[in-house]
């Protein structure tokens, strides 16, 4: 229990109990000679107090009482001194997980309320499998006694059991082998009924969330010189505003420190001490990008280390090499146009299954591959881990995409986009990546042939559409002259008539030039 001012832990402080569960005899037996000599009996006593605030026979919250209660009833007196020593056995408790205490502020009595959640005392199994706990323990009364209470737990299995060639078999019955259950009919009432009877924490919910960002965190770290300071001060009892900054940090994954740094930034709240949404979403996803950029790069220089170190373990130890995997008829791929004369149809499959993807790009080019192009697929490789007979099955795809004529080029957006795409479909085998360029090759195949279909049945007649400029109206059509055959052939007098007044029209021109001073 963290308590800096023993003023706010008194016992006119009022406080609650609740837990949600029962103690049986292994738990009471689990206190009284395992979790007693760690914490100490007066501890131990302090638990079962705040125990039977609850009836046995019940789970949930106790009433509201002041703190006077647990100071009488344990004999201790409300001083100072009495109010550390409280403090400390409920400390001893928090350390072996069987108490968690909160703290609640009310604002309406400008007071603090406490409440004392349970925890069940570990089963034997789990104790013993919990090393901190162990040692302690080990600490406290020795490594026999240790060894020698461990044994007082279990009781061991007959030796007709513990015999290797006893074979056992779960003959049990399943629920729906014996009842059957209406679910014809929804009983809204008796959900309704259900939802508020239960209770409001389940008690392993709070352990299994991530712990969230408090106000003491960001405090601590932000500079006081700030102009936002007067503002973070306000966060201490707005928990509004701080689901707010804790929903902000766990989307983009933000510590206390790269928070601190976001809301010392202008702009993150209003003149009335209001969180902008907006403002802190919009820098933090920029501080979210730059840390995703420079992730990246950290992830493939340390790849290109352990790929150097693992080409030299393979140099030393030329039996670790991998198996080659054989590559099933039905998804062998056409040999692309580069290596028609290089291979046949199996030794390309062959080595699109097995070669990794550098190799695979050096064969596709005479000299050194294009940086660039390298880039995008190390990229792909060490950071999207891509599975290298899939990227291998990549390069081939867009390798038969260029040497087929199409017009798209292949640039990181285009390649980036078509490996987001197989991540998607969760394209990790070489099978399933073969399939996939099949589908999309038979997509575009019927795209070109819906195409070609629709241009050719308004041959002459086809209207052009500005899909780029669509809020400006388009171009206009200007007649083109078509030969359409329909006219005759030029006679001798009507073409020596044509040349009479094209040279009488150049006679013209030179006239008017020679006018003109």
């Not at 609850?54 to 106790?62: H, L, Q, R, T």
């Not at 007082?152 to 019955?173: A, M």
């Amino acid at each position: 229990m963290r308590m800096s001012n023993l003023h706010h832990f008194t016992e006119h402080h009022r406080y609650c109990v609740s837990r949600e569960f029962g103690l049986s005899h292994v738990d009471g037996r689990m206190l009284g000679s395992v979790y007693q000599p760690m914490v100490g009996a007066f501890a131990i006593s302090l638990y079962r107090l705040l125990f039977e605030h609850i009836p046995a026979e019940s789970i949930g919250y106790s009433g509201v009482e002041q703190q006077r209660r647990l100071f009488m009833t344990l004999g201790v007196e409300p001083n100072e001194k009495g109010r550390k020593y409280l403090v400390d056995q409920a400390s001893r408790l928090e350390a072996v997980g069987l108490l968690q205490t909160c703290r609640i502020y009310a604002a309406e009595n400008d007071d603090y309320m406490y409440e004392y959640e349970l925890m069940p005392p570990l089963s034997p199994s789990d104790f013993f499998a919990t090393q901190h706990l162990t040692l302690l323990l080990r600490d406290k009364i020795g490594k026999f006694a240790v060894l020698s209470l461990r044994e007082q737990f279990w009781n061991r299995e007959p030796e007709d059991w513990s015999r290797r060639g006893v074979g056992k078999e779960n003959i049990s019955v399943p629920f729906y082998d014996i009842f059957e259950l209406n679910t014809h009919v929804i009983d809204y009432e008796l959900e309704q009924a259900l939802a508020e009877v239960a209770s409001v924490r389940q008690p392993g919910a709070v352990q299994a969330a991530e712990p969230a960002i408090g106000y003491s965190d960001i405090i601590l770290r932000f500079p006081r010189e700030s102009v936002n300071r007067r503002h973070v001060e306000k966060l201490r009892f707005d928990h509004n505003q701080m689901g707010v900054i804790n929903y902000v940090a766990r989307k983009y994954e933000l510590g206390p420190q790269d928070l601190c740094r976001l809301l010392d930034e202008d702009d993150i709240f209003t003149p009335d001490g209001e969180v902008i949404l907006d403002s802190l979403q919009h820098k933090a996803s920029q501080h979210f990008r730059q840390d995703m950029k420079r992730q990246e790069k950290r992830e493939i220089a340390a790849a290109k280390v352990v790929s150097l170190r693992s080409a030299a373990s393979e140099d030393s130890d030329l039996s670790a090499a991998p198996v080659e995997q054989p590559v099933e008829m039905e998804f062998y791929v056409e040999v692309p146009p580069q290596f028609m004369s290089k291979c046949d149809i199996h030794q390309y499959n062959m080595m699109l299954r097995n070669e990794p993807y550098t190799r695979l790009l050096q064969t596709f080019f005479p000299g050194a591959v294009p940086g660039q192009l390298m880039d995008i697929f190390e990229k792909i490789d060490l950071n999207y881990k891509l599975n290298g007979e899939v990227i291998n099955v990549l390069i081939h795809y867009l390798m038969t995409m260029v040497a087929s004529g199409g017009e798209q080029r292949m640039n990181r957006n285009f390649v980036e986009a078509i490996a987001s795409n197989m991540l998607v479909k969760q394209v990790n085998t070489y099978e399933k990546a073969v399939k996939y360029i099949r589908d999309q090759s038979k997509v575009k195949g019927k795209g070109a042939a819906s195409g070609a279909s629709g241009s050719s049945g308004t041959a002459g007649t086809r209207q052009r559409s500005y899909t780029k400029n669509t809020g400006r109206s388009g171009k206009a059509e200007i007649p083109i002259v078509l030969d359409d055959g329909s006219a005759g052939t030029v006679s001798d007098e009507e073409f020596a008539a044509m040349m009479k007044k094209a040279a009488d029209i150049k006679a013209s021109k030179k006239k008017g030039a020679l006018r003109t001073p």
